[in-house]
């Protein structure tokens, strides 16, 4: 262990095969005076309480302004937004990714398996992405199995946290989509941005007066909000809402060999500026849901980030 942590280094206790002979004592000190004697003069570093408030705030508010011109933004951090947003960022470091994401916890539907057990199902060939982001697994023929589905979900968001042109901007919520005219897109609208709001904010519009939004402008949108919930389908309901589509198909019963093909093929650019991946898609196509395996959110990311640097490279 490196000096400067010495202070955490296991006080080297009498082992229990080795019985002090006498007073109990090693080296004329006993357990309890070692371990004294290493934290009885530990304290941390000085610190003024002003320091950690400034320290935060700045970078919060360096990155609301960096990000306020992104190049993409990626709409829900649960696996089909953090593997798109991985899949991104690591092709495109050059790229300024911001991830909005409505709950305090990102990581969606993906930190449990199914019906509160733990373990994770992918079907193969959505081994790949595990093997591409260090997750293990167990092989099992036809799919494998993370042992608990917050491994997969703590490892693929460690990964996108740690690229630098990635931030995420949790507790916060997409209010509504910024829309340019566009005669030549179907609906006569480019998708240009998103409106956002602390989540908490967006909670109580009903009952606080004239909570303005923000903004972040980028010329991809990527929406992975889920199936229809209390926060899902959130982009595609907005595109109906305001005429840039005319409906949604509704997501269909469960058919996992149906559902997960589907979704990954059918993930695509829906209106000039928004693609749309995950459960989210499933609302707009009447696709099938899966349930619990996940192979297709993994690989439905993999295939809106390609979807993304299309039409980024246009
Ligand atoms: O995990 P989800 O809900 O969505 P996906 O598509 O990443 O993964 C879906 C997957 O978990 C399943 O549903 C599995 C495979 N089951 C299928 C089945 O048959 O039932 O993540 C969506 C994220 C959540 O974290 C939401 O909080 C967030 O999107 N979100 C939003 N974030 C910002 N602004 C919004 N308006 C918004 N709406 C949702």
Avoid at 139 to 155: M, P, R
Wanted: proline share 5%.
């Amino acid at each position: 262990m490196s000096p400067a942590l010495d202070f955490i280094e296991p006080v080297a206790l009498p082992h229990k095969g080795v019985v002090p002979v006498g007073d109990g004592k090693v080296n004329g000190k006993s357990a309890v005076d070692v371990a004294d004697g290493k934290w009885k003069d530990f304290t941390f570093q000085p610190i003024r309480e002003s320091q950690i408030a400034r320290a935060m705030a700045r970078r919060y508010f360096d990155d609301l302004d960096k990000y306020a011109e992104s190049d993409i933004v990626i709409v829900g951090a649960g696996s089909c937004g953090l593997s798109t947003a991985y899949t991104l960022a690591k092709a495109r470091p050059d790229l300024k990714i911001a991830i909005i994401e409505a709950s305090v916890s990102p990581g969606g539907g993906a930190w449990l398996g199914g019906q509160l057990f733990s373990a994770m199902i992918m079907r193969k060939p959505a081994d790949a992405f595990l093997s591409e982001i260090g997750v293990p697994f167990e092989e099992e023929g036809n799919y494998v199995i993370v042992k608990h589905a917050a491994l997969f979900t703590s490892t693929l968001l460690s990964k996108v946290l740690a690229f630098p042109n990635v931030k995420l901007f949790n507790a916060t919520s997409v209010e509504d989509l910024i829309t340019r005219k566009d005669e030549s897109a179907p609906g006569g609208l480019r998708i240009a941005g998103v409106v956002t709001n602390w989540t908490l904010v967006a909670m109580h519009h009903d009952d606080q007066s004239c909570m303005d939004p923000s903004t972040i402008n980028a010329p991809i949108i990527v929406s992975t909000t889920g199936h229809d919930g209390p926060f899902g389908a959130f982009s595609v309901k907005r595109l109906v809402s305001m005429g840039a589509i005319d409906k949604l198909g509704g997501m269909r019963g469960l058919d996992m060999n149906t559902a997960e093909d589907a979704i990954v093929k059918g993930t695509r650019e829906i209106v000039p500026g928004l693609i749309v991946g995950g459960m989210e898609l499933s609302e707009v196509d009447g696709a099938n849901r899966m349930g619990p395996t996940f192979g297709a959110m993994a690989l439905s990311g993999v295939k809106a980030a390609e979807e993304a640097l299309a039409v980024f490279e246009l």
